[in-house]
């Protein structure tokens, strides 16, 4: 699905680090992300990938440029307003997953949702529990996630990341630590919510035959991106 409706845009967005000498990862970044759309971002190592990807969930500011999610310019937003943003508007899969070893599958799933009201609330363990019997773990909701193994385990992070109903989910390498087989079902379930549900997805992989079955490839180099559909470059460094 995709109706060509912003939910995400980045404008001419930069970011250095200070130091002796002010060092620029990112340079003039546009990005526009679709309501529906299912993006792969590619580069190789040291283009950028993860300053972007933490500019993108609101986990660092950019030194310059205008971040807007569903409207919304949050360039400005203190801490707490960021947070607040990020939790209900975004959700996140890693590649090591980040679960609480120690706690159920339900329970992970249902954390950001605690996290955001602050108490228990009978309708997270229902939420919970749809989304891992959509993903294939019926059965499995009050086993401790240190038992299950590293697809499952993935499989959890997903419901995870989409028990807020995010309008876009980022997933940094969520295959990279899986077999193939448990990878490409992992990529598959990801497909499966971006058209049922309508959620946009990014995903930055390395794994060039998952970034061609996405709608769309965004290409990271030297901190300039480039739209692997039209081959050009957004921005241009300085001499």
């Known amino acids: 699905m995709n109706n060509s409706t912003a939910i995400f ?12 000498v002010s060092i620029e990862v990112l340079h003039g970044i546009d990005i526009s992300i679709n309501q529906g759309e299912f993006v792969a971002l590619v580069g190789p190592s ?6 972007l990807l933490n500019i993108l969930g609101l ?9 807007e ?43 950001p949702m605690l996290a955001d009201i602050g108490h228990f609330k009978p309708e997270m363990r229902t939420r ?38 995010p309008v876009l989910v980022l997933a940094d390498e969520p295959t990279g630590n899986l077999d193939r087989a448990s990878g490409q079902q992992v990529f598959e379930f990801m497909r499966q919510f971006n058209r049922e549900l309508g959620t946009a997805f990014l995903i930055v992989t390395h794994d060039s035959n998952l970034a061609a079955r996405c709608d769309r490839i965004l290409t990271l180099v030297d901190g300039c991106l480039m739209d692997g559909n039209t081959n050009s470059e957004t921005c241009l460094k300085g001499d």
């Open 59 to 67: 986990l660092d500011r950019p030194s310059s440029g205008v971040m």
């Open 9 to 20: 845009q980045l404008r001419q967005v930069s970011k250095s680090y200070p130091g002796a």
């Open 69 to 111: 999610i569903l409207g919304q310019d949050c360039t400005g937003l203190d801490d707490a307003g960021l947070t607040k943003l990020r939790g209900r508007s975004l959700g996140f899969v890693f590649q090591f997953h980040h679960l609480l070893p120690s706690f159920t599958a339900e329970e992970n799933v249902f954390l």
């Open 128 to 165: 919970s529990r749809d989304l891992l019997g959509r993903i294939g773990l019926e059965g499995f909701e009050t086993r401790p996630v240190s038992s299950l193994s590293g697809g499952q385990q993935q499989r959890v992070a997903i419901a995870r990341a989409l028990i807020m109903n």
């Open 46 to 51: 040291g283009s950028g990938k993860s300053t």
